[in-house]
């Protein structure tokens, strides 16, 4: 309707955007139970009277009261039908409180477009493609009555964001885009302020920000990142200071006046819209009226340098960066096990390369799954989210069938490079489009219609017709990097200098970023390795920017570091001091592969990865070292066991991985006493452990037997149905340290609090840790017992705290 | 009218979600990532359950009599929890039914982790839990469906130890369901053998049944690393 009118403000200065609509609305008498948006039919005067007081105090663009009306959080009160009436009454609510106004083309509406409420796969069980339907429904009602823009806001997931801006995009209207932010610089869901901007302006956000989570002072930070990557004009919406709960109830802090100073704050920082989510009010908005129309400064895109991001983290390629290093190893050819885990879609395999790769160093992923005779698309849309689960890198999609990567790319949840296109008309044709749809960049191969040209001014040209196409499609040269072609060395040796020649002359004439795989010059030669490193260095000497190369080779990654020291994309030497100053510098001895410094890394890496393969030998070769078992436990086994439990906790990890470390530690420890059967020092304790008269549940006793043993207690395991007097008998007879009782339903919980009264009778020297299902810490007390573990987590730390308590007293 | 579902169930299927056993072991998806190594052994462990499963279920309808105090199916079973009465609403019928997957999938679980595969174990044990859930909702949907087709209205089922429900009132349930026909029993403290079983009961009337809230708000289980 106006939008080119909103444009033109967004050039003059800050744009003010106006404050909360939710919390207003409950002040006017809006339970929390009720579905906000049914009040833009019940109750349209209320809600045309928050949007007439934000416009007289100042606001220029106005939010919808639409914020859930998306077909999923509508269905939680029966209205999913009711999503394009509810959108469109929105609108009209917020255009004639305009009218009403007076201010008709100097005010705008945006139309708000909240998260649907569900969590996507592969995490939740929201298919993309559903969110994308659900976002386009809403977005689509919007536009269709009216809106100037729309606004998708508070989301914490990126991916989910990233779906919403691709549904939203082409309907002729900008679509903005924010994300709400954790005090420590991430969204929920673990996004980068960086990776936001760079995702969403890919997909084809216009206005990227921060808004609600937290307050202006907290805001400042993420959207100085944000600004500072030039991509995007930035918004911020704080709440009004971050909330507390008084008396049962949340309240925001920062006054009109405090708050008007953060928005301040957040201008100087480089935000080009500011306004208010929970919490403020027009009187908020109407402190920081003054800053309409201020000079917002500008940072402009830098150029020659290419953005990539995953679901969480960025990347940056080009002038002024350090060299990246390009991971090759997920690529299937001449490698039988790999092509078996893809063939199978197990895809184990592949994840365990993106793990290792990026252990090593490698800072982006190159993912190929070229097995001749699979389902290729099949086979790429499996392998890149079991990537993604293991590692925050971003990705280089790589295949010569456009299909294949197109279904790769729509499954990405980032900003992912495709490998590749070529100068040939087919090729760019079919691929450019692509990248465009879902966001990507490419890589554009120097190969014309006759092939690869010899000499570097031709490669030049084709790569000038790739650049130029692309801009044709859309893409902006920064999402173009050049390969200028690796040429074996051994079949021609003027190959080299004339790939070096093109990096130079693509650089000066083009200023994109130029890329390599490197291997390719040491084919058919013997000594591969010097041949590869020196050609690296080389290249990196002639400006180029990224490398696709094996990142597990030691002196592949000591070159990289050598080399950006060298041409200076270096500051301060810090990369540098980073690999090699430290008193744990990889020793000279050239090792095949990269591993943890010594085995006894190695050996808690295994353990805080679950891996039970090569685990005893990582043992037997501490053992044969000379290690002292008890000091192997102690310095090694046990911190990499409470690493575990920490990660337990965080929820990093869950039983399965919990589990599988637990087998990897036991496996450790089977071989310790097989080498010393008689040493009894790493014993902490011994403890008897049963599930109650009555309950047959013992998975859970069970796990919790097992992680005792990890942590050095010798259990004593009765079974599950286990009689009182047989659990005091015994407790009495082997004397001891702890009894552990288990109950997992509420009708076994009377037989718990006998087993106990009676152990308190017999024994009552020895401490009682309960727990199950059903227990919680009141029960515990309440029935006598000395602790109580609510996993067996907690249970370890309560089991060793009696354990000294016992110790303590006895001596 | 009667629903003339009474009797052994022939056609049950289990059906594992994969997602929902990873909800029972205690997967956030927020936080946890899942590795390709926890999710080969759940794929591995899902084709080993559905080797052993032997499902069966048998059920039948009985009428109800409410009282102000208490809603009363046959001489023994009295329900007279507020919050199950509500739940229930003013039914006229009562369909109790008890399904099981075997015990082969609990033995096996059992066996996995004296052998020290305590990640397999753990899985596998809680996908019978899955399967075996998944029994009792088909049982639900069939009855609904067919309900729907009679002009009558059947309710979401409920369990003993749901909400103010006691788990003591599985004595009571237990014995109309005939569950002993499809090779369960009962324990003293009220526990179904084979673990990997149910008893529920489905209310039956003319008028809209009482709707369910979430499962494991009213559970007692606070504790429980299944809960929502």
Known sequence: MNTSSLAAELGRGLILIDGAMGTMLQALGLSVKECPETWNISRPELVKSVHRSYLEAGAQIIETNTFGANQYKLAQFGLADEVEALNWHGVQLARQAIGEAGRDGSAWVAGVIGPLGELLEPYGSLPLQNAYAAFRRQAQSLVEAGADLLYIQTMSDLAEARQAVLAARGLGVPVWCSLSFEAAGRTLTGATPEAAVISLTAAGASVVGANCSLGPQELVPIIERMVSLGLAPVLAEPNAGLPRLVEGKTVFPADPAEFAAGLAKLHASGAAVVGGCCGTTPDHLKAAAHLRGAPVALHPRPQGVLYLASRTEHVAIGANQPVRIIGERINPTGRKKLAADIASGAMVEVAREARRQAEAGAELLDLNVGVAGIDQVAAITQAVPAVERVTGLPLVLDSDTPEVLQAGVSVYQGKALLNSVTAKKESLVQLLPIAKAYGAAVIGLTITEQGIPQTAEERLAAAETIVRTAQEYGLDPGEVIIDCLTLTVGADQQAARETLKAIRLIKQELAVPCVLGISNISHGLPNRVPLNDAFLAMAIANGLDAAIVNPLTDSTRATFVAANLLAGRDQGAARYLAAFGGPEAPSQAPQKEAEPADNRQLLAKHVVTGDREGIALVVEKLLAGGMDPLQLVTEVLTPALEVVGQKYELGEYFLPNLLLSAEAAQKAFAVIKAHFPADERVVLGRALIATVEGDIHDIGKNIVKVILENHGFSMLDLGKDVPVEKIVEVAAAEQVDLVLLSALMTTTLPAMAKTVRRLREVVPQIPVLVGGAVVTAEYAREIGADGYGKDAVAGVQEAKRLLKQVRGLRE | ?228
């Open chain 2, 1 to 228: 009218m009667r629903i003339g579902l009474d009797g052994q169930w022939t056609d049950l299927e289990v059906r594992i979600e994969l997602s929902e056993a990873l909800r029972y072991l205690g997967f956030r998806a927020r936080r946890s990532p899942l590795t390709p190594e926890v999710l080969a052994v759940c794929r591995q462990m899902c084709e080993l359950a559905e080797q052993l499963v032997r499902p069966a279920g048998i059920g039948f309808e009985y009428p109800v009599v409410c009282s102000e105090q208490q809603i009363s199916i046959g001489e023994h079973l009295h329900i007279s929890g507020a919050r199950t009465r509500r739940r229930l609403g003013r039914i006229s019928r009562a369909y109790l039914f008890a399904v099981t997957i075997g015990s082969a999938v609990e033995d096996q679980a059992n066996y996995l982790f004296e052998q020290g595969e305590y990640t397999k174990g753990a899985v596998l044990d809680a996908i019978g839990s899955v399967a075996v859930e998944s029994l009792a909702e088909q049982v639900n949907q069939a009855l609904r469906r067919r309900a729907g087709q009679l002009g009558l209205s059947a309710g979401e089922r409920i369990s003993p130890g749901y909400g103010d429900w006691p788990l003591e009132a599985q004595h009571d349930l237990f014995p109309l369901t005939q569950g002993e026909r499809i090779g369960i029993s009962l324990n003293k403290s009220g526990l179904l053998v084979p673990r990997k079983s149910i008893t529920a009961l489905i209310g039956i009337d003319a008028d809209g049944c009482g709707q369910v809230e979430n499962k494991c708000c009213c559970c007692a289980s606070v504790n429980c690393p299944y809960r929502d």
